[in-house]
């Protein structure tokens, strides 16, 4: 598996090294190979300011993903351009107390729901709203990510 993938800190969240291992297996898991992807750590302003000018929703939101694939056949020199996931820092830890889980399984659950957006999965209708939320489940499972 040749995965190259980046997480921008921007100094809002020093405690992620376990998310490497869990990208693993997620892109293990779901076949991924040979593709490139970014995660950026935001904080409210950020975030809010991102959700209004591109979704042209007014609020925080805890994770925003721009797919760069509209097709898993369209490669570049063999390698796929998948994306970039932006995780709000700040609205992490407030649903992880909020949900009475560890920021560890919070921050897991946002970057695999982003990840499982760059790969072609949705939440838009309730049969594919299972579907992608029973993935995420079964990943953070197989990790031992629990509530």
């Known amino acids: 598996m040749n995965n190259e993938y980046t997480i921008v800190d921007n100094n809002l969240f020093k405690d ?8 693993d297996y997620a892109l293990e898991h779901e076949k991924v190979n040979n593709a490139i992807f970014s995660i950026v750590f935001l904080n409210d302003e950020e975030i809010h300011n991102m959700n ?4 042209g929703v007014d609020r925080i939101t805890d994770v925003i993903s721009f797919a760069f694939e509209d097709n898993e056949n369209l490669r ?4 796929r351009m998948l994306g970039d996931i932006y995780v709000c820092i700040p609205q992490m830890k407030r649903q992880a107390e909020s949900y009475g889980h560890s920021e560890k399984r919070e921050l897991s659950f946002l970057v695999i ?8 999965y949705d939440h838009m209708n309730p049969k594919d709203e299972k579907k992608m939320f029973a993935l995420q489940e079964l990943i953070l499972d197989g990790k031992n990510i629990k509530r």
């Open 16 to 23: 992620y090294d376990y998310l490497y291992d869990v990208l």
């Open 113 to 120: 729901h982003g990840l499982l957006h760059l790969l072609g």
């Open 76 to 79: 570049y020199n063999d390698i």
């Open 52 to 55: 209004r000018e591109y979704r």
